[in-house]
């Protein structure tokens, strides 16, 4: 018979996370875990560190202290592109695509296949990366841009792309730097008719600012404030938050 | 663009998803564009130059086209990769020296070098009071060892550059300094070691290859045909290595290096293989060179060599495979006609011309070219063949790529 319940299986656990910059601490001690299938919004004034967290738990920059467990394993003593190959996604917060290649070839590189020098010599363009690139270019709503140059798509489609190009990788958990950031009114639309497709079967860490499309999508949310958890929990408890208020909501 | 689309909105769903796929893989070994450079190269170093040149001329054209290998691989690794090196001359020194080497043991016999007080050993190191043939010039006795020390020293040595650096990630202007410096460190370090290496003089005085003598004009045709077969091969390798994945994520790494990191990939892994192939080109031509030239120095070696190189590949189009071989040949006739008649106005010759370039064509003459000669080909073809289907070509890997 069991005693109690059994702990719970994070997807991603940051533990005692801290990140100093000559000194100043970015990211403060900070502690929050993230369950399967979990939608998460991280929110927070201007400087809070909430890039920095995602910076942190891609790898882009490394933690002074603490630990980050992704199914187990530890984050921080991995490069880059093993973090990804765990099954770890970013988005940046500018659309970061390849404009020299078309549509098509920035999908098939981000295609989860022939990653090692050798390997991409010897990848070939079979019709399994034909179609899923199609289908994901579908989702993105680019299929009829799939042969343009990527350097020819508007803000907003190159948005999409990098968010297709993550969708390729097919990651556990998939991180978004503000989505929506600079988008005109239909395509946040859009926008957020994409995201609520594709965060099925996966976790997704948000950054957003826009507190209407906070609300729809997330299932908790994270305030962060000068690197450090103010509060957490649904939307309606941090909304309702006096601390909240007084630092972000308020203004 | 639309009117296909507007072609395809009247077919079946099925139909209209195989056709764009068939749109799509369309990646021929070379479309028509690249084909006609090809064949066009191909007429022109296989039978007008050798009909239309005496054989000293050709053996001057055959000169030029040894940095051609070099321009090659800058393609791939500058023009491409991103990555500017300007210590090509490292490696095409290490594979001329790996040839020179060969050679000179071959000429070295003891019948030939019975006045010496030690016979047996390279002149120079006789004048060097050095008795003792070094252990690493034994292995030099082997062909077969020389052939693979040509292609597998230099790809080593910038392996060791290449993991160093990148693994670091260092790049950009630093690693183009730090690539200079091993120029002029190597250059010293020959020059120093007379004994070992010839010194300032360079190992000269070579005379055979495996018993078939290389100073006749006979020898300096063959060797010139055995070069430009080889430089088609060099050439068949690029164009392969461009448009398999790999050449599409060197350009992705150019323009957006922590992308391509977050797709998964070791950017510092695929900048090594880059660096390296540029290196194994360079070393090819470095040996043919000492070939049809005789002997090899560290005057090809440093920096100024070096960064001649780099030029040759700008003037060409460092996005071009076929433009690096065209620019080293143009730049190359210009140098030997100008700087004979104004030797010191030509560096500053050479200098501007880079700048030029640089700053008025980024795309070096192949840019020129697709700019300004392609379309009216393309617009002659077009009026020939109204109807010719499959009218989309895709953008290849690079073009149109902004200059840096």
Redesign the interface.
């Known amino acids: 018979m069991l005693i109690g319940h059994q702990p719970k299986e994070f997807l991603l656990a940051v533990e005692a996370l801290t990140v100093s910059f000559d000194g100043f601490k970015a990211v403060n001690d900070l502690s929050f875990y993230v369950e399967e299938n979990e939608i998460r919004v991280i929110i927070g004034p201007n400087g809070a560190g909430k890039t920095t967290v995602l910076d942190l738990i891609?790898g882009?920059t490394k933690a002074t202290s603490g630990s980050i467990q992704f199914r187990g394993k530890e984050l921080t003593k991995l490069?880059?592109?093993e973090i990804?190959?765990t099954g770890v996604?970013?988005k940046?917060q500018t659309p970061?695509?390849?404009?020299?290649?078309?549509v098509?070839?920035?999908l098939?590189?981000?295609y989860?296949r022939?990653?090692?020098?050798f390997g991409?010599?010897?990848?070939k363009?079979d019709a399994v990366v034909?179609d899923r690139v199609?289908e994901v270019a579908e989702m993105i709503f680019l299929k009829?841009r799939?042969?343009?140059?990527a350097a020819e798509l508007s803000h907003g489609q190159k948005q999409w792309l990098?968010i297709g190009?993550l969708l390729i990788?097919n990651p556990d958990l998939l991180m978004l730097d503000e989505p929506v950031a600079g988008m005109s009114v239909s395509e946040r639309v859009k926008t957020a008719e994409l995201l609520n497709r594709i965060i099925k079967d996966r976790s997704v860490l948000v950054i957003e600012h826009d507190m209407k499309f906070v609300e729809d999508i997330a299932h908790k949310v994270t305030v962060l404030h000068q690197g450090q958890i103010l509060s957490e929990g649904t939307m309606d408890r941090v909304k309702n938050d006096p601390k909240v208020i007084e630092v972000y909501l308020g203004h | 663009?639309s009117l296909r689309?507007q072609e395809q909105e009247g077919q079946e769903q099925e139909g209209q998803?195989q056709e764009?796929?068939v749109?799509?893989?369309n990646?021929r070994f070379f479309n028509r564009s690249e084909l006609i450079g090809f064949v066009t190269l191909a007429l022109l170093l296989f039978v007008i130059l050798p009909l239309a040149l005496d054989i000293f001329r050709l053996n001057l054209v055959a000169k030029y086209l040894t940095y051609a290998f070099v321009a090659l691989g800058l393609v791939l690794c500058w023009g491409f990769g991103g990555i500017l090196s300007l210590g090509q001359g490292v490696f095409f020194g290490l594979g001329g020296y790996c040839m020179a080497m060969y050679l000179k043991l071959e000429a070295s016999s003891v019948a030939n070098t019975k006045i010496q007080s030690t016979p047996g050993i390279p002149d120079f190191m006789d004048w060097n009071q050095i008795t003792q043939l070094p252990l690493f010039w034994k292995p030099f006795h082997s062909f077969p060892f020389t052939l693979a020390a040509i292609i597998l020293v230099p790809a080593f040595f910038a392996l060791i550059i290449g993991a160093a650096m990148f693994k670091r990630r260092v790049g950009g202007v630093y690693f183009a300094i730090i690539t200079q410096a091993i120029a002029a460190i190597l250059t010293i370090l020959i020059v120093g070691q007379q004994g070992y290496t010839g010194g300032i003089n360079g190992i000269t005085d070579l005379r055979t290859l495996h018993g078939w003598d290389i100073r006749t004009d006979h020898a300096k045709l063959i060797l010139y045909f055995v070069e430009v077969v080889l430089l088609f091969g060099c050439i068949l390798l690029a164009q392969f290595?461009r448009l398999?994945?790999?050449g599409?994520?060197l350009?992705?790494m150019?323009?957006?290096e922590?992308?391509?990191?977050?797709?998964?990939?070791?950017?510092a892994?695929?900048k090594?293989?880059a660096f390296c192939a540029a290196a194994v080109f360079a070393a090819i031509g470095g040996a043919l060179f000492t070939l049809e030239v005789g002997f090899m120095s560290p005057s090809f070696v440093g920096i100024v060599p070096s960064i001649e190189m780099v030029i040759y590949t700008a003037v060409g189009g460092r996005l071009s495979i076929f433009g690096a071989v065209y620019g080293t040949l143009l730049v190359n006739f210009a140098k030997t006609s100008l700087s004979e008649t104004f030797p010191q106005l030509w560096l500053f010759g050479l200098g501007a011309l880079f700048i030029a370039v640089v700053l008025a064509f980024p795309a070096g003459l192949a840019g020129i070219w697709a700019d300004y000669v392609q379309p009216r080909i393309d617009r002659l073809f077009a009026s020939r063949r109204p109807k010719s289907g499959n009218g989309?070509t895709?953008?290849s890997?690079?073009?149109?790529?902004p200059a840096e």
């Not at chain 1, 970061?96 to 078309?102: A, K, P, Q, V, Y």
């Not at chain 2, 890997?397 to 790529?401: P, Q, R, Y």
Request: net charge neutral.
């Open positions: 891609c882009k490069r880059e592109n990804v190959q996604g970013r940046f970061s695509i390849f404009e020299d290649l078309t098509f070839e920035n098939e590189i981000s989860p022939g990653r090692t020098v991409s010599l010897a990848f363009r034909m199609e009829d799939l042969r343009a140059s990098e190009m990788q | 663009m689309q998803e764009s796929k749109m799509v893989i990646s290595i398999t994945k790999l599409r994520i350009v992705a150019r323009e957006q922590d992308r391509v990191r977050f797709s998964g990939y070791s950017v892994n695929f090594i293989f989309w895709g953008p890997v690079a073009d149109g790529a």
